[in-house]
T-cell receptor
Framework: ETGVTQSPTHLIKTRGQQVTLRCSSQSGHNTVSWYQQALGQGPQFIFQYYREEENGRGNFPPRFSGLQFPNYSSELNVNALELDDSALYLC?????????????FGPGTRLTVT | ELKVEQNPLFLSMQEGKNYTIYCNYSTTSDRLYWYRQDPGKSLESLFVLLSNGAVKQEGRLMASLDTKARLSTLHITAAVHDLSATYFCAVDRGSGGGADGLTFGKGTHLIIQP
């Protein structure tokens, strides 16, 4: 059984640029959620994708967007990067809608915006 | 708005001692999760508590849930250095729709000294 994987591991971007982060869900899981974890804080829910559609969203602006593909892998896109976007981005996969099943987290992508 | 509060936020303790981390949440939910995070790493699932009165134990850690009091505890027995980490509790609204994702506490940074 393959766990949740994310790429890249680390990324450095300049303010105003755009970034795409990728996540492959655990085998058999059809739901992917994305979280942002600032240094010293708990993760914050960005959004969730279920069967290729956004199924819920946290308090994040529209410049945070995502996709889920037929194989249930997912992308997180952030446009017009700001310094405060520097964080660890975690994706989590689950079988069925989050809240009905345990979420398994990937290793994360550390994004630094300068 | 669902709020999750953990206390203490920082805890330094000696090996062999017992201690409890508390997690209070503000709205009705019967699904609570405990995660462990090592520095620079992702979240490792420790316990999933799905009903009032649920108690789960793994090694030196035991978690419980009181949905009426909106309180979960993580008890550490005879602490060892390897348990040093940051511990998060997370709650979902249990609506089944997953639209809100998990709401995390700020984490308890635990240091266990020899």
């Amino acid at each position: 059984e393959t766990g949740v994987t994310q790429s890249p591991t680390h990324l450095i971007k300049t303010r105003g640029q755009q970034v795409t982060l990728r996540c492959s869900s655990q085998s058999g899981h059809n739901t992917v959620s994305w979280y942002q974890q600032a240094l010293g804080q708990g993760p914050q829910f960005i959004f969730q994708y279920y069967r290729e559609e956004e199924n819920g969203r946290g308090n994040f602006p529209p410049r945070f967007s995502g996709l889920q593909f037929p194989n249930y892998s997912s992308e997180l896109n952030v446009n017009a990067l700001e310094l405060d976007d520097s964080a660890l981005y975690l994706c989590a996969s689950s079988l069925g809608l989050a809240g009905l099943g345990e979420q398994y987290f990937g290793p994360g992508t550390r994004l630094t915006v300068t | 708005e669902l709020k999750v509060e953990q206390n203490p936020l920082f805890l330094s303790m000696q090996e062999g001692k017992n201690y409890t981390i508390y997690c209070n949440y503000s709205t009705t939910s019967d699904r609570l999760y405990w995660y462990r995070q090592d520095p620079g790493k992702s979240l490792e699932s420790l316990f999933v508590l799905l009903s009032n009165g649920a108690v789960k134990q793994e090694g030196r850690l035991m978690a419980s849930l009181d949905t009426k009091a909106r309180l979960s505890t993580l008890h550490i027995t005879a602490a060892v250095h390897d348990l040093s980490a940051t511990y998060f509790c997370a709650v979902d609204r249990g609506s089944g729709g997953g639209a809100d994702g998990l709401t995390f506490g700020k984490g308890t940074h635990l240091i266990i000294q020899p």
